[in-house]
T-cell receptor
Framework: DVKVTQSSRYLVKRTGEKVFLECVQD?????MFWYRQDPGLGLRLIYF???????EKGDIPEGYSVSREKKERFSLILESASTNQTSMYLC?????????????FGEGSRLTVL | QKEVEQDPGPLSVPEGAIVSLNCTYS??????FMWYRQYSRKGPELLMY????GNKEDGRFTAQVDKSSKYISLFIRDSQPSDSATYLC??????????????FGKGTRLSVIA
């Protein structure tokens, strides 16, 4: 069964803290994505990666960085968390060459920054 | 103008009703169209996928694409309380999402009342 696992479902952090959100997929997918989801704003793409050590900026990369050292793992880093980064963060992966380009999502990490 | 417009709702219908969910888009280059369903506190999951104008049926669900009007719809027949979720439309320029990420609508929240 296809699986994208996000390490933390709920996190509470303080302003200025460094935050790591981890995502692991067990499907040998080339492509991985980080989104944030906010009421009224929908899903917004932060960063994506189509190969190990490759990264591309999405629509809202400011305040975030990513790391992809291994194919199965894609990490989102908030260098200095701010209250406006309180959100639901969703990781996704997809297989290159798949007929549908379907995204497989994790269950999300709800981050609260105080 | 946003690339993809979707009424956020919420939409509340009685059990057994026919539900119509819609998205409009501005980029005529979009070729592939998807509907994702997201239950509360879960990640989105692919519900239906189509790449041509016309209708595609899958059980109680019908996806409709009108490329000339840049308009897509998802119909749910005999709606059930288990259909209560947020429905997101998504579009892509090409089949593979590797370096051309999907563009999502903001999602429509649907409640089916028993």
């Amino acid at each position: 069964d296809v699986k994208v696992t996000q390490s933390s479902r709920y996190l509470v952090k303080r302003t200025g803290e460094k935050v790591f959100l981890e995502c692991v997929q067990d499907m040998d997918h080339e492509n991985m994505f980080w989104y944030r989801q906010d009421p009224g704003l929908g899903l917004r793409l932060i960063y994506f990666s189509y190969d190990v050590k490759m990264k591309e900026k999405g629509d809202i990369p400011e305040g975030y960085s990513v790391s992809r050292e291994k194919k199965e793992r894609f990490s989102l880093i908030l260098e200095s968390a701010s209250t406006n980064q309180t959100s639901m963060y969703l990781c996704a992966s997809s297989l290159d060459g798949a007929n549908t380009g379907e995204l497989f999502f994790g269950e999300g990490s709800r981050l609260t920054v105080l | 103008q946003k690339e993809v417009e979707q009424d956020p709702g919420p939409l509340s219908v009685p059990e057994g009703a026919i539900v119509s969910l819609n998205c409009t888009y501005s980029n005529s280059a979009f070729q592939y169209f998807m509907w994702y369903r997201q239950y509360s506190r879960k990640g989105p999951e692919l519900l239906m996928y189509t790449y041509s104008s016309g209708n595609k049926e899958d059980g109680r669900f019908t996806a409709q694409v009108d490329k000339s009007s840049k308009y897509i719809s998802l119909f749910i027949r005999d709606s059930q309380p288990s259909d209560s979720a947020t429905y997101l439309c998504a579009m892509s320029l090409n089949r593979y999402s590797g370096n051309t990420p999907l563009v999502f609508g903001k999602g429509t929240r649907l409640s089916v009342i028993a």
